[in-house]
């Protein structure tokens, strides 16, 4: 495969923070040419306009400098001219999600959707990719982690590598730093492990619980797709959280705390966040990376592009994460049911579930889910939450009333679309579930996924032996699940910032909103007692439903004082725990959990 187009990135001084970007040409047709950088990035579903860090943009033709015309924030048009093209940019990176670009003189990474412009009858052609070591003396330990296929490299990587086209050049994350790499195998496949950051772990034991991960979730898909590597590619911080699917690997944020100490063999929640989240992302590498909405694949990442079934892409996949933590024996059927508990609660202590459906959730996703504002728990619906209890819901359905579960939906689903590249039309998994099973399940789909009535989940989970019950939050720190905490803390209806008394959202139809308050406002005093953060569990707990109490805030520069009437705690918080079950009821709930 000979390379069309060359891109050379350059790290310079990542004290300033930018990465040098160089396009060359050298079969550049004579006509006019459209060059454009993506608006989003796959798999993240907002606008964030990736050429708005591009500094100097510069153009060449047979080695004159020539001027352009820009079409839009995202796009130039070169004129018609003979001989090669040449490109020459800055990109400012500094941003620490897993969705943009970053460089400073501890790390370097970004997306190629961050920094390489396309010509857009150049798309289909194949590209080198040409990465520089940096030039800051504290870089001089530096290595690159990728999956991108080298073409030559050195030693720490650094080198060309080579992409079949564009949507390849842009779908291999680069990791560049002081990294950790620990080798595991699945299915004959070298997956890594790559760590940056400060941290203190077990390394080993992380890659022997992810191998555990790998193996039930490629089982699922007959071991399928065969791959050259994927990686985990792990950023660890104080304070974060957030992963980005690639076709060969992903980009993770993870807190220090996610990950487990040397000597520790527990599997505490915070480890348990960490693997959920590589399973989540993992899982991606068949459902989106592969099974992906038509809609997304057709998309020149220009504009918005529209799906009813986010929660298709993104609910079942959050279904499967933890499942097969399960399935993998890393956690047992309690702690599972925890996790289904605390998912559970969180859409219950939500109002947008009364108003917004998952269908409408997944469409606005551009304008809503990816930019909440103070509103967000009124009118925004979480299609990862709602969706994996919705695809709970068409499990359990599958499983108790036909021959199939969500299990062959989805291997179908690999082999109709992943296995051919065609994209998944719309309403696809809804379609295929009801062929395959030979259920009526129209009224059942609406009913999860355009409509707001509320879930079916507590008359399915007793047909496999699961009790469901509401009760009281009992703690400033009860998600859901099973609690030895005892009483019920008065409900206020509001939510603070993070270590603030500010507040940044307040409930509708709850006593914060009959007491006048809103978000953004600042409490300062409760009954004429300085509040702060620390304090305030303390005293919620010292509240009476029913009686008021005197709140000083501060709204802007102006002090108001209102009163506050906590209200007798809703029955928002779930459990779901094993029945005492025999007979068909037991025989499904064992092959679904096996327990």
């Known amino acids: 495969m000979t390379a069309a187009l060359h891109y050379t990135v350059r790290p310079g001084n990542p004290a300033h923070h930018r990465f040098a970007v160089k396009v060359d040409w050298a079969g550049a047709p004579s006509q006019p040419l459209v060059f454009r950088l993506p608006a989003w990035i796959r798999g993240s579903y907002l606008v964030r306009d990736m050429a708005k860090h591009v500094e100097g943009l510069r153009a060449w033709r047979d080695g004159q400098e020539i001027g352009f015309e820009r079409l839009d924030k995202s796009s130039f048009r ?37 920094l390489f412009y396309a010509a857009d009858c150049a798309r289909e052609l194949a590209a080198e990719l040409r990465i520089e070591r940096p030039l800051h003396r504290q870089c001089a330990d530096w290595k690159v982690a990728t999956s991108m296929t080298a073409v030559e490299v050195d030693a720490d990587g650094f080198g060309r590598y080579r992409s079949a086209d564009y949507e390849e050049l842009i779908d291999h994350p680069f990791e560049l730093g002081n990294l950790s790499r620990t080798k595991f195998e699945v299915d004959g496949i070298v997956h890594e492990l790559v760590l940056s950051g400060r941290y203190t772990t077990d390394p080993e034991r992380i890659t022997q619980d992810l191998t555990r991960i790998c193996k039930v979730e490629r089982e699922l898909f007959g071991g399928e797709p065969q791959l050259d590597r994927y990686l985990f590619l792990t950023h660890v911080v104080g ?36 693997l959920g989240l590589c399973s989540h992302e993992y899982f991606h590498l068949w459902n989106v990376k592969r099974i992906t909405a038509l809609r997304f694949a057709e998309s020149d990442l220009s504009r918005e592009a529209y799906t009813r079934d986010l929660w298709h892409y993104e609910g079942v996949t959050s279904y499967y994460d933890d499942l097969f933590l399960l399935r993998a024996g890393l956690i047992d059927a309690p702690v599972y049911l925890d996790i289904l508990a605390e998912h559970a609660t969180r859409l219950q202590r939500n109002p947008s579930r009364r108003r917004h459906s998952l269908a409408d959730a997944s469409f606005e996703t551009w304008i809503k889910f990816y ?6 728990p009124n009118a925004s619906t979480n299609y ?25 939906v989805m291997r179908e689903l690999w082999r109709r679309y992943g296995v051919t590249g065609q994209g998944v039309p719309e309403g696809g998994l809804e379609a295929l579930a009801g062929e395959l099973s030979g259920l009526d399940l129209r009224a059942f789909f609406d009913r999860l996924l355009r409509s707001t009535e509320e879930l079916p989940l507590v008359e399915l989970l007793d047909d496999f032996g699961v009790r469901a019950e509401p009760r009281a939050c009992s703690s400033a720190i009860d998600d859901g699940g099973r609690t030895l905490a005892r009483g019920a803390l008065p409900w206020v209806g509001m939510r603070f910032k993070p270590g603030d008394t500010q507040l940044a959202y307040v409930l509708d139809d709850g006593p ?58 809703p029955l928002d918080t779930w459990a779901y725990t094993l029945a005492e079950v025999e007979g068909q009821a037991a025989e499904r709930r064992r092959s679904w959990l096996g327990a």
Not at 90 to 109: N, P, Q
Not at 243 to 264: N, Q
Not at 543 to 568: C, I, S, W, Y
């Open 371 to 376: 930019q909440p504002d103070e509103n967000a």
């Open 78 to 114: 070169l004129p018609a001219g003979t001989g090669p093209v040449r490109l020459e940019y800055a990109v400012f990176a500094f941003d620490a999600s897993v969705r943009k670009a970053f460089l400073d003189t501890r790390r370097g990474f970004f997306n190629g959707s961050s």
């Open 512 to 569: 914060a909103q009959e007491a006048g308050l809103s978000p953004g406002d600042q409490l300062i005093a409760l009954d004429g007692l300085k509040l702060t953060a620390p304090q305030w569990n303390r005293r919620l707990e010292a509240m009476n439903p029913g009686v008021p109490v005197a709140v000083h805030f501060f709204r802007g520069d102006e002090l108001f004082e209102t009163a506050l009437v906590p209200q007798k705690p």
């Open 384 to 408: 990862y939450v709602k969706g994996a209890l919705a695809a709970l819901c068409l499990d359990l359905r599958l499983r108790r009333d036909s021959a199939i579960t969500l299990d062959e």
């Open 239 to 274: 304070a974060g959280y957030g992963g980005l699917e690639h076709r060969s690997s992903t980009a993770l944020v993870c807190s220090r705390g996610d990950l487990p100490k040397p000597g520790d063999s527990a599997v505490g929640k915070d480890y348990r966040t960490f």
